[in-house]
């Protein structure tokens, strides 16, 4: 395997590089340099647009016009639709260098997995109508797939959209829908068909989020952060004209919906930022009184990290190399999901663990807390990381019966 970029992608490199010192906003360097990607959730582009601060407002705004202009708000979509049509390996590289800036994606779930999944199985005033939403930041979505009975085991959600007439009345209840109350829009899915077997019967839908019978209830995290939220529908009614793809046929809409976002280099490169910043913070005189006594721990622990680091971005080197090629990773995507999940938790444990006592300080302005409090903050949101995007016990399913062709049982 060669990791050097070859000619080409040298140069594209450095003119994603360029773009980004010329156009990103003060307000996210700044929150970068300071930590704050590490903590509240609502420090991130979906609360961004929505704000009253007339600085975060306006900072997703330019950093959103900067990227459409070159058409990079979705760099995987088609040119004919708005995107960039960029190779498999120039997104490798485009996201690499947003996540080593500290940059953040626009679009969200429109941009990421809803906008792909209509390209294939949309019809084109779908795609004439909601895809240039999408790209401009007019319309921001939410994703609505699990309920407090259907998580890993999506196959079994309950929630119903019955016909009548020229629209559906959907009831039921979503749970862990992020960013719901940021979002105008939601995709989601409801059976349509209750007689069917549990994969089948399942239609996707796509309706405005303030549609009357929608309420939206906050889940508070444990670090007393708003991301993620319970959604209720009490005889919504939604046009059927606002259905992706065939009805009954959602499933296979949604797995191609999940095939996206595949390689993780983001999770990787955020790893090895955060262990670069806590590196260089204990070698400073205040990082210094803090870590003394526990100075082989940190040194053996950050090192281990630090290797691992390097392992997931070798994952994700071969899940992009492989789909630069034109093959489709499965199993070695959820290979890098497992890992990647558990590196997100094991860095910022490691940290508490060289912080001490000065590790439960959770206040960013306590002169005290290490680094603002940020790794702090950070160990608590990682609590769901091996649950979120398709939980860690399913992911051993699919490397066990896919990957190394064991029998289920």
Do not use: C
């Not at 950070?378 to 399913?397: F, K, N, W």
């Amino acid at each position: 395997m060669d990791w050097s970029d070859t000619l080409e992608q040298a140069a594209f490199r450095a003119q994603v590089r360029s773009f980004i010192e010329q156009h990103l906003p003060d307000y996210y360097r700044k929150n970068y340099a300071e930590g704050h990607h590490v903590g509240p959730f609502s420090e991130n582009f979906g609360g961004d647009r929505k704000s009253d601060d007339p600085v975060r407002r306006g900072s997703a705004d330019d950093w959103a016009r900067s990227l459409a202009d070159r058409r990079w708000v979705a760099p995987h979509w088609p040119v004919e639709y708005g995107g960039a049509g960029m190779t498999a390996m120039e997104q490798f590289i485009f996201k690499q260098e947003m996540a080593a800036a500290g940059a953040p994606a626009v679009g969200g779930g429109g941009v990421q997995m809803l906008g792909p999944a209509m390209l294939v199985h949309g019809s084109e005033d779908q795609k004439r109508e909601y895809l240039p939403k999408i790209l401009s930041g007019e319309v921001g979505w939410a994703q609505g797939f699990s309920e407090p009975g259907a998580g890993s085991d999506l196959g079994s959600l309950q929630t119903r959209a019955a016909r009548d007439g020229d629209e559906y009345v959907v009831n039921g209840q979503k749970i862990w829908t992020s960013g719901a109350h940021d979002a105008d829009w939601i995709f989601m899915l409801a059976r349509t068909d209750p007689d069917a077997p549990k994969h089948r019967g399942i239609s996707m839908l796509l309706f405005d989020i303030h549609t009357p019978g929608v309420s939206v209830r906050p889940l508070i995290s444990a670090g007393w952060q708003h991301d993620l939220n319970e959604t209720f529908f009490e005889d919504v009614r939604v046009p059927a004209g606002q259905i992706l793809g065939e009805e009954n046929r959602g499933w296979y809409v949604a797995m191609t919906l999940l095939d996206f976002e595949r390689s993780n280099i983001a999770g990787a490169v955020e790893a090895r930022k955060e262990l670069d910043e806590v590196l260089d913070y204990v070698k400073t005189p205040a990082g210094r009184d803090i870590v003394q006594d526990r100075l082989d721990l940190t040194r053996h622990e950050l090192a281990q990290r630090y290797i691992e680091s390097e392992v997931l971005f070798n994952f994700s080197f071969r899940i992009i190399s492989m789909q630069h090629q034109g093959m489709v990773p499965n199993t070695e995507a959820s290979v890098s999901k497992i890992f990647g999940a558990d590196l997100a938790q094991s860095v910022p444990r490691s940290v508490m663990k060289a912080f001490g006592p000065y590790a439960n300080i959770w206040d960013r302005e306590d002169s005290y807390a290490p680094l603002a409090a940020s790794f702090t903050q950070l160990y608590v949101h990682t609590i769901p990381r091996s649950i979120m995007g398709g939980s860690s016990e399913i992911q051993r399913g699919v490397i066990a019966t896919r990957g190394l062709g064991l029998p289920r049982g």
